[in-house]
T-cell receptor, first 114, second 115 residues
Framework: AQSVTQLGSHVSVSEGALVLLRCNYS??????LFWYVQYPNQGLQLLLK??????LVKGINGFEAEFKKSETSFHLTKPSAHMSDAAEYFC????????????FGKGTRLSVIA | DSGVTQTPKHLITATGQRVTLRCSPR?????VYWYQQSLDQGLQFLIQ???????AKGNILERFSAQQFPDLHSELNLSSLELGDSALYFC??????????????FGPGTRLTVL
């Protein structure tokens, strides 16, 4: 079975600073990896996803993530945080084996300080 | 706006009662997924329907059931409600049958409070 661990339930950064949200996965077969963002009182929105091919994936709002198989990681980064980035971020994993649903991490709340 | 609609936005009820949550997928999407989000369990997959048929089942309690209708909207029925069922319930939809690369589009959720 697949699983996701997000290190740090709460991350706080200054506006303009680097954003780094950590995600490690566990999967016995090649994974598909996703990052979703949830703004207050809203549903989840897909930021980016890795399926196959290039391991550095660019998403919306200036975010990107790199799939590192050797480290079983898929960390999310953004060079410069903006106040509007404050939200909850979820990493999720799936596999191309039958019809397997997304398995989500517990989420990381990002706060951006002016 | 994802194009997925959920009603109602908020629901307050008592233990032992039964409620129905409704979801309309994006136009053209054939799959509907239901998730439960709570503080202690996080975001958990409940069940998926594709074109009217159950496609995948997750951590869904026997007191819960769902269906997808011919017009592709879906309903999640929660019965014999307990305090622990209080959570945010999300619906998501996708074009395909739930392959790993399908992008799921989430609705705004229904917040259920059981008193």
């Amino acid at each position: 079975a697949q699983s996701v661990t997000q290190l740090g339930s709460h991350v706080s950064v200054s506006e303009g600073a680097l954003v780094l949200l950590r995600c490690n996965y566990s999967s016995s077969v090649p994974p598909y990896l996703f990052w979703y963002v949830q703004y207050p009182n809203q549903g989840l929105q897909l930021l980016l996803k890795y399926t196959t091919g290039a391991t550095l994936v660019k998403g919306i709002n200036g975010f990107e993530a790199e799939f590192k198989k050797s480290e079983t990681s898929f960390h999310l980064t953004k060079p410069s945080a903006h106040m509007s980035d404050a939200a909850e971020y979820f990493c999720a994993v799936s596999v191309n084996s039958g019809n397997t649903p997304l398995v989500f991490g517990k989420g990381t709340r990002l706060s951006v300080i002016a | 706006d994802s194009g997925v609609t959920q009603t109602p936005k908020h629901l307050i009820t008592a233990t032992g009662q039964r409620v129905t949550l409704r979801c309309s997928p994006r136009s053209g999407d054939l799959s509907v997924y239901w998730y439960q989000q709570s503080l202690d369990q996080g975001l958990q997959f409940l069940i998926q329907y594709y074109n009217g048929e159950e496609r995948a089942k997750g951590n869904i309690l026997e007191r819960f059931s769902a269906q997808q209708f011919p017009d592709l909207h879906s309903e999640l029925n929660l019965s014999s409600l307990e305090l622990g069922d209080s959570a945010l319930y999300f619906c998501a939809s996708s074009v395909g049958g739930g392959t790993a690369t399908d992008t799921q589009y989430f609705g705004p959720g229904t917040r259920l409070t059981v008193l």
